[in-house]
């Protein structure tokens, strides 16, 4: 039947689309529909099971954050996904950890409310899925005036129309606050504002 | 006799053809090509000095970095394969082009589509969705303008004189098919879902804008150029059709690895992989019959810049093809995924392997196109040595920098902020290849310009193959 297709444009053109479709839907429609994870919330209320907690939706304020992160195109720098890679769950080293405790690994259900999924390719600077109470307010606003104050040698883009205008900062702060807070990891809450 | 041998200038002269929308195509794209590459010398510039157009959001990397990538894609390259594809389909098919004025009509529409797109991410209207970054309304327009063009082509190929199609003609007609589809899901399908289901589709499109775009075109084209060019029949038809068929099955499947050890389903992760690594198969078909077409032919290569530019596309496209699938592999992927390895790897497909083949066509065409000669053989040469130079120099800064930070992150104790500054020599290396680049693209460009604009040669001549 092949040998036929370049002879026929019709058949070609119904061979070609049907190889494609094969792969296309097995691909992109079975996945969600098998694994419930892709639509289900984040809910665990069983500390055997790993780290407590529960995904919630995003307010207004922190909405508008996450407006602004897609509007900057931090995803282009900045990963948002804890892989199952020692070099992602550390606290020592480059990974998404902090203050000395390992961060968890990402799972599909913390990001079911994401409108732009964040995931990210490159990272240029450090993952963001567990960066959620790492700082305080003072901390990102500094940081986004000037991020060479704060981390020297940073490539950090300065960001001053946001650090400048409290309505923006409060939203991007509020968001990023919440980046890694469906799990409960951290020991004794010792999140940040 | 091939579809490739009867399409010769003996059956039709140059004038049976007007080519004007190849014209609009081809002469905005080598534009386009010269504009973005000023915005890829300023992000290159930020890796070396952060604050360098830091403080106006209008040019902030994360803005401009989309505006690099889609004035690349769709402004250049995807531009010049249309150009390009409305020169051969014609030729290969024995008859005019259905309508010079739809083309033409096509051309503005996607000049309207570009020039809105310099202005819309600039402004902060990023959709958010990388490659699909464009703004709805303008998504729309590149469906429209997408659906003008498909019309034409295959209005053109159903009117054809000649029964057997040639392997550039199968897949250019892919390439619409596949774009549309591929297109839809990456620009509006993601737009219903959340989370990892969008990313997933997210990847299903930007993995095939790659594979089932920009490869089927750019193949379209180096098919069509590297017999014409060094005036040699293709080594085997068989053997075009087992690469395009198997082109056509695998490719599709391998978007979630781009997800690897992250937080998206283990057996969707493994099927990427198995199909990963089948990808071989279609891209050894395809470059062992460039290759055999040659044979015999390599003396040609010495005086004939177009086919130096498809012959070191054809390597390229070997190279990253063989980089695609290794990176797959698990351990693999655990050092060189999401650091400078990845875009360096990424550029040496669309830049180094696609944009080599679009620039070898239209350093043949535009001369016969308007009749004119080559305006300087001397600059062509020029653009090529440029062009290979920073390439080669970007892609292995790029690698031994991606790796050693891969490395380091791997290690688990040495802290993100170090492994930054570490590549900060790495960077300079890639500015300066850019600075090489954008010099070879400027040649370029300054050199079409010219030819376009040069003296008309007596009708006849101008035909010459």
């Known amino acids: 039947m092949l040998s036929k297709t370049d002879k026929n444009a019709t058949l070609f053109i119904v061979v070609a689309l049907g190889l494609f479709f094969i792969g296309g839907l097995l691909t992109t429609v079975l996945p969600p529909l098998l694994d419930k994870s892709w639509s289900k919330p984040f809910e665990n209320n069983d500390p055997s099971k790993g780290p407590t907690g529960k995904l919630v939706q995003y307010t207004p304020l922190q909405q508008k954050g996450y407006e602004i992160y897609i509007r900057e195109g931090c995803k282009y720098c900045h990963t948002q996904q804890t892989r199952t890679l020692l070099s992602d769950v550390t606290s020592k080293g480059a990974g998404s950890g902090w203050k000395g405790v390992d961060a968890p690994v990402s799972t599909p259900d913390e990001f079911v409310y994401d409108y732009r999924q964040t995931f990210g390719t490159k990272r240029t600077g450090p993952d963001l899925s567990r960066v959620g109470g790492k700082y305080n307010r003072q901390w990102h606003k500094a940081h986004f005036n000037n991020p060479r104050d704060l981390v020297p040698g940073s490539i950090m883009p300065p960001f001053p129309w946001i650090a400048n205008n409290p309505d923006e900062l409060d939203a991007l702060v509020a968001y990023l606050q919440t980046r890694g807070r469906a799990k409960n990891w951290r020991p004794d809450n010792d999140y940040e504002q | ?465």
Not at chain 2, 215 to 236: D, E, H, K, M, Q
Not at chain 2, 239 to 267: E, N, R
Not at chain 2, 359 to 367: F, K, N, R, S, T
Not at chain 2, 450 to 459: F, N, R, V, W, Y
């Open chain 2, 1 to 465: 006799m091939s579809a490739m041998e009867k399409s010769g200038t003996a059956v039709q002269p140059q004038e049976f053809h007007q080519d004007i929308a190849a014209k609009w195509f081809l002469m905005s794209s080598v534009s386009y090509f010269a504009i973005v590459a000023i915005i890829a010398l300023i992000i290159a510039a930020k890796f070396v000095w952060p604050e360098f157009l830091g403080s106006i959001q209008y040019f902030t990397y994360g803005r401009m970095r989309p505006l690099h990538v889609n004035g690349m894609l769709f402004g250049w390259l995807l531009a010049a394969d249309i150009g390009l594809s409305f020169y051969f389909i014609p030729r290969l098919c024995g008859v005019k082009l259905w309508s010079e004025k739809l083309g033409v009509a096509t051309a503005i529409l996607w000049n309207i589509i570009i020039l809105g797109a310099v202005f819309a991410l600039p402004a902060g209207y990023q959709k958010g969705l990388e490659y699909a970054d464009l703004p709805t309304p303008l998504a729309v327009l590149v469906v429209i303008a997408w659906l003008m063009y498909g019309f034409n082509i295959f209005a053109t190929i159903y009117s054809r004189k000649y029964e057997q199609m040639y392997v550039s003609t199968w897949y250019l007609m892919a390439t619409i098919l596949w774009t549309a589809f591929v297109y839809l899901t990456g620009n509006f399908a993601t737009l219903f879902t959340t989370g990892v289901n969008q990313a997933n589709l997210n990847w299903m499109y930007t993995h095939n804008a790659v594979g089932l775009i920009f490869t089927p075109a750019g193949l379209a084209v180096a098919y069509y150029f590297i017999p014409r060019t060094s005036n040699t029949p293709l080594f085997s038809h068989k053997l075009s059709m087992v690469g395009f068929w198997s082109l056509a099955f695998v490719y599709v499947w391998t978007g979630a690895h781009h997800m690897l050890h992250g937080p998206i389903t283990q057996w969707l992760q493994t099927i990427s992989i198995v199909f990963s690594i089948m990808l071989l198969i279609p891209v050894w078909a395809v470059v062992y019959n460039f290759i055999a077409s040659m044979k015999g032919q390599w003396h040609q290569l010495g005086e004939n810049v177009s086919l130096k530019f498809l012959m070191s596309g054809t390597i390229f496209y070997l190279l990253t093809c063989f980089q695609g699938p290794m990176h797959s592999l698990r351990s693999v992927n655990a050092i060189v995924s999401k650091t400078d390895w990845i875009p360096g790897h990424a550029h040496m497909a669309v830049m180094g392997a696609f944009s080599f083949f679009a620039m070898a066509g239209v350093y043949h065409v535009v001369p016969r196109i308007f009749g004119t000669k080559l305006h300087s053989e001397t600059l062509a040469n020029w653009s090529f040595w440029l062009f290979l130079i920073g390439g080669l120099g970007m892609f292995t800064s790029l690698w031994l920098g991606g790796f050693w930070q891969g490395w380091q992150w791997s290690t688990g104790n040495i802290k993100f902020i170090d492994t930054v500054i570490a590549l900060k020599p790495v960077w300079v290396v890639r500015l300066l290849s850019g600075v090489l680049i954008a010099t070879g693209i400027y040649t370029f460009m300054f050199n079409i310009w010219s030819t376009a604009l040069g003296t008309k040669l007596p009708q006849g001549e101008s035909a010459a193959v």
